[in-house]
């Protein structure tokens, strides 16, 4: 049996150029409390939404207009018996122009099904990139967790 990490892709009319920064304003899109920097190589960043979730990302591949790597450094999920399954994951954004649109492929590489944070963390992150990131990329504003 193949196990599929959790995978969602859209497009859009904006330039790769305007996706690639979207991406990287995770505060835009994500949370506004967002701790470090998200927006070089070698970078790292602390994510965490009230008790239930806490993650530190490096970014480990950053391409102009192609692609973002965040390695998952260190993770606490609060919900789930196994704390640490989001622990050394990768999410990655792949960025294509096709013709006159630009395609966003996400992949959450290590979130598969057989893990029991699956079912809530895929449908956050369907909201987060598939609704937020796209509206930030479509519209300039997106819908990120407030600050507490």
């Not at 895929?122 to 909201?127: H, M, R």
């Not at 990139?129 to 967790?145: D, N, Q, Y």
Request: charged letters at 30%; hydrophobic letters at 35%.
């Amino acid at each position: 049996m193949t196990t599929k990490d959790y995978t969602t892709s859209f497009t859009v009319d904006q330039p790769a150029k305007e996706v690639f920064d979207a991406i990287n304003n995770v505060r835009g899109w994500w949370s506004e409390e967002i701790v470090g920097d998200a927006d070089r190589f070698g970078a790292e960043f602390r994510f965490h939404h009230k008790d239930l979730h806490r993650s530190t990302h490096k970014i480990t591949e950053f391409v102009p207009g192609e692609k973002v790597v965040w390695h998952v450094a260190d993770g606490q999920i609060n919900f789930v018996k196994d704390k640490t399954e989001w622990d050394g994951t990768d999410i990655v954004f792949d960025i294509e122009r096709k013709g006159d649109q630009t395609e966003l492929r996400f992949a959450h590489i290590g979130l598969v099904p057989t893990i029991e944070c699956y079912g809530g963390c895929s449908g956050a992150w369907g909201f987060y990139v598939g609704e937020s990131l796209r509206h930030l990329i479509t519209t300039g504003k997106g819908e990120p967790a407030r600050k507490e």
